[in-house]
């Protein structure tokens, strides 16, 4: 599955060019190997510690896990393939885990385990997605925030160091800062130069 498979008309305006759409993305691939780490922690799911509800597929073999958190305010959803940030009333949008490039959905009703489960809902952006395409950085910064304060600054550079993908990985401190300028994603010029201190994919 690509991201490509979503409609035209459900992609949010970005300003990245395509060496930093490049970067975000193996950013977000990072980021999901972060997480399959934090799930597979020896001292337990750190996950369903930091407060996500998870749900499976009745046959494992058919899709990926599915954790949701929800507050007053949105609901984040994680996958293997990617992120949902949105509400019930307006939706939100879902950031694929190979291509930085969101897609504004509406909010999944019932647990989807694929991510063709959500093409079907793919929908036209507006201003309340663009929000949720900065807001989604955001909220990973922090979730980032709570890991470092939980489990210590070694953790995240022992789980970032093994993972296999050696050409894509950034170094961490490195990494939340892009995050952090992810989140003001909206607004960025687009003559803005890429991150100069991302190792080049090899």
């Not at 940030?85 to 879902?94: K, L, P, S």
């Not at 050696?166 to 939340?176: A, G, V």
Request: glycine share 6%; net charge positive.
């Amino acid at each position: 599955m690509r991201s490509s498979q979503f409609p035209v008309t459900s992609r949010i305006p970005h300003p990245l060019n395509a060496a930093q759409q490049r970067r975000a993305s193996q950013h977000m691939q990072q980021q999901c190997w972060l997480w399959g780490c934090d799930i597979r922690h020896h001292d337990g799911n750190m996950l369903l510690e930091y407060g996500f509800v998870r749900y499976r597929p009745e046959n494992r073999w058919a899709g990926s896990s599915l954790y949701i958190h929800t507050t007053a305010r949105h609901t984040v959803m994680l996958w293997g393939f990617g992120l949902y940030m949105g509400d019930v009333a307006h939706g939100g949008v879902f950031i694929f885990r190979h291509i930085f490039h969101p897609v504004a959905i509406a909010h999944p009703t019932v647990p989807v385990f694929t991510p063709e489960a959500l093409i079907g809902i793919a929908c036209a952006p507006m201003a309340i997605h663009q929000h949720y395409a900065t807001k989604a950085p955001s909220w990973i910064v922090e979730y980032e925030a709570w890991v470092v304060h939980r489990m210590g600054m070694e953790y995240r550079h022992q789980s970032i160091a093994t993972w296999p993908k050696k050409s894509y990985q950034t170094e961490y401190t490195t990494f939340i800062a892009h995050w952090q300028q992810y989140t003001h994603i909206v607004d960025l010029p687009r003559d803005i130069d890429p991150p100069s201190s991302h190792k080049e994919q090899s």
